[in-house]
C-alpha cells in the first residue's frame, strides 16, 4: 500500500519538480500520448493524495488536448460531422461515468489500483510502436478508406469503454482510441490521429469539469501545470528532432515499469 504521509520537499523545488513534469508530459502527448505517466506520480511524489492527484494532473492536462484536437481539423476532413456525433456524445458519456467513479471509489482502493494502473499504462505504451508498424502496413497494403467505411455503432460502443477508463484515469486512451478506429476500417493515419485528439479532448475536459466540482483538485498546482503541459506540447516537435523518439519511448518505458513496480512493492 501506498503511503498517505505528504513527502516533505521544500516549496520551490516541488513546483519546479511539477513544472518540469508537466512539460514532459506535454512534450509526450504531443510525440506519443500518455503524458499522465509523468504528471501524476509527480504529484504523488509532492505529497498529493491519490485522488487528488488524478483530478489535477486530468485538468492540467486539458489544454493540450484541446490544442491538438483544434490543430487537426483539418486533416479530419468535411465529412466528418456524423462522426464526431459518435465520437463525441460516448466519449463525453463515458468520460463522465469515469470521472464520478474517482470519489466514489476513494482514495484507499484508489491508492491500490494506481501500480496496476500504471503498470497497464505503460504496457500500452510498450505496444504502441508495434501497433504503429502494423497500422503502417495495414494502409499500404490497403486503400484508404474514408470515414464513410466506419461502422459508427461499432465505434460509439468502443469509445464508450475506452472513455469510462479515460475519465478513470486516462494514461493510454490515445492507443486504445487508434486500436479502436484501426478496427473499425479506418486506415488514414492524420484522420485518425484528428479523431483520436478530439475524443481525448472530451473525455479529459467533461472529467475535469466533474473533478473541478466534485472532487479536491489543487488548483495552484493545476495552473503551473497546465502552463507547462501547453509549453511541452509546442516544443514536443523539437524536442523529438534532437533526442529521438526511440530515446524518449526508452526514458517512457523504464519510468512507468519502475514507478510501478516501486508503487507495487511499497
Known amino acids: 500500500m501506498l503511503s498517505s504521509r505528504p513527502h516533505l520537499m521544500p516549496a520551490a523545488i516541488q513546483l519546479s519538480f511539477l513544472f518540469v513534469a508537466s512539460i514532459a508530459a506535454g512534450a509526450l502527448n504531443a510525440l506519443a500520448g500518455g503524458g499522465t505517466l509523468f504528471t501524476f506520480p509527480a504529484l504523488l511524489a509532492a505529497g498529493v493524495t491519490p485522488v487528488a492527484a488524478n483530478a489535477t494532473s486530468t485538468v492540467a492536462l486539458v489544454p493540450g488536448s484541446l490544442t491538438a484536437g483544434w490543430g487537426y481539423r483539418k486533416e479530419v476532413g468535411s465529412q466528418s460531422g456524423r462522426v464526431l456525433a459518435f465520437l463525441v456524445i460516448p466519449s463525453l458519456a463515458g468520460g463522465l461515468l469515469g470521472a464520478w467513479l474517482v470519489p466514489v471509489v476513494g482514495d484507499a482502493l484508489f491508492r491500490r489500483l494506481v501500480p496496476g494502473l500504471i503498470l497497464g499504462a505503460t504496457a500500452l505504451f510498450i505496444i504502441q510502436e ?95 501545470m497546465a502552463v507547462g503541459s501547453v509549453f511541452g506540447g509546442y516544443a514536443g516537435a523539437w524536442l523529438a528532432q534532437r533526442i529521438g523518439e526511440r530515446m524518449v519511448r526508452a526514458v517512457i518505458i523504464v519510468t512507468g515499469l519502475g514507478i510501478g513496480l516501486w508503487m507495487l512493492v511499497k
Open 130 to 224: 508495434p501497433f504503429r508498424r502494423w497500422r503502417e502496413r495495414r494502409t499500404k497494403e490497403d486503400e484508404a478508406r474514408g470515414l464513410h467505411d466506419l461502422n459508427l455503432w461499432g465505434l460509439a460502443a468502443g469509445q464508450f469503454v475506452v472513455s469510462v477508463y479515460g475519465g478513470f484515469f486516462g494514461a493510454g486512451i490515445g492507443i486504445l482510441m487508434l486500436a479502436e478506429l484501426g478496427l473499425m476500417g479506418l486506415s488514414n493515419i492524420h484522420q485518425m490521429n484528428g479523431l483520436k485528439n478530439f475524443g481525448a479532448a472530451c473525455i479529459n475536459g467533461i472529467a475535469a469539469v466533474y473533478f473541478a466540482i466534485y472532487t479536491p483538485v489543487r488548483w495552484p498546482l493545476a495552473a503551473l
